[in-house]
Every structure is written in C-alpha cells, then in structure tokens.
C-alpha cells in the first residue's frame, strides 16, 4: 500500500541555495519542509534552512530556531503546515534517525528529502522518505527509512524559466534576455498548443475520437 504521493515543487532549489552558503566545516545541511496535505497527498512549497552541527560522533540543530521560523511562516501562509525536512546529500546515518524524531514532533509522519548536491551521478537526484518503526515489543526500538513515490511539479514561471536555459544549453548560445524575442517565443508556444487543442476539437465534433482521451502536457 502507498502511503503517500509526494510532489516536490521548490525545496529542492533552496537545498543547493542552502549548501553553497554552509560553513565549511558543515559537510551537509538540514532544514524544514513546509506543505500541505490534499487527499493522500504531501504537497511541499517551502523550505528553509536550520542552523545544525554534526561530527561523525555528535549531532545538534537549533530546535528554539526552527520552532520560531516556522511559526513565523505560517503566519504568512495559514495553509502551510511542518510536513519534514530535508539533508544536503543521499546518505542516511544514525545522526538522520536522531534529526527525524525531532520532526515526528511536529507532524505525524514526516518526510524526509534528501538532495544530491554535488552531482554525483552527473544530476540532482532526489530522495524522498518516511520512517517506520521496527524493533521488538518490550525490547529495543528503532526506526528504517524506506523510499516512498515523489514527482516534481513547478509553477508556470519556474517552467518558462526552466525552459529559456535549456534552450541556451541545447543550442548552446549566448543568453538572450530580450524581453521582445521572448515574449514573441512564448506566444508561438501558445498558439502551438491551441492548435493541439482545435484540432483535438474538431476530431471530436466528426466522432473520431472521445473528448476523455484527450491530454494535453504544457
């Protein structure tokens, strides 16, 4: 069974932001998810850092901080919720375990994103978690990390954006911030997908196909 679906929409952006501004002797950083849940779903928008140090023998974070920060947050946003919290890196160790409980505090079943900063496999490759509790009853307890399903959805600016710089990358040209070239770009996009959405039209006014199998990707 599936707990969760997990859309990661901009953490994963402030992730790297957060790790280009560590102190060197952090070797990776931590911070706060903020989301929102929608039928099964854990939606997370935000994200902020958390002040934290860790050797390979201790862990301590700022817990009066991340408190503080959050309330702040969602004072500005009532409909954002803690929903977990993220790490620089795909490592997971005993300190991970120690950082979650924390978060088991201020949510049930927190989520856990981990962010391939350095690029190890020539991409960011994301992680997302929840833990589950394994042990013996009357004995020692603990808890695993298992992987759940995520996908990653941006809003229509973040894929223009998106968009713009891939295009530099495949053409391999130099930056064109005309605002003229690019509003005319976006337009001949538009129009390319109102032609989809015509013609998709006018195969269901002859009955050749059904209105249900029509899907159209921006």
Known sequence: ???????????AGNVV????????????????LLGRYDKGTVIISESFAVPHQ?????????MEYANRIGELQ????????????????????????????????????PVHLTVDTQF????????????????????SEGCI???????????EAEQVSLKFFNGLKLNKKSPNFNDREQLL??????????NLVL????????????SSYFFLSA
């Open 74 to 109: 969602k004072k500005v946003n009532t409909n954002l919720y803690t929903v977990g919290w993220y790490s620089s890196g795909i490592v997971i160790n005993e300190h991970s375990s120690l950082i979650h409980a924390f978060y088991k505090c201020q949510c049930p079943t």
């Open 1 to 11: 069974k599936q707990w969760y679906q997990r859309r990661v929409v901009i953490s």
């Open 54 to 62: 860790e050797t390979d023998e201790e862990v301590s974070m700022d």
């Open 185 to 194: 770009s976006n337009c001949t996009d538009m129009l390319s997908q109102l």
């Open 145 to 155: 990390f298992t992987p759940v399903q995520y996908t990653v959805q941006g809003s």
């Open 120 to 139: 190890k496999e020539q991409k960011m490759k994301i992680n997302t978690h929840i833990s589950l509790p394994i042990g013996v009853k009357g004995g």
């Open 199 to 210: 013609d998709h039209v006018k195969k269901v006014g002859t009955v050749h196909i059904r």
């Open 17 to 32: 932001d957060n790790f280009e501004r560590r102190e060197d002797s952090n070797k990776r950083v931590i911070g706060t």
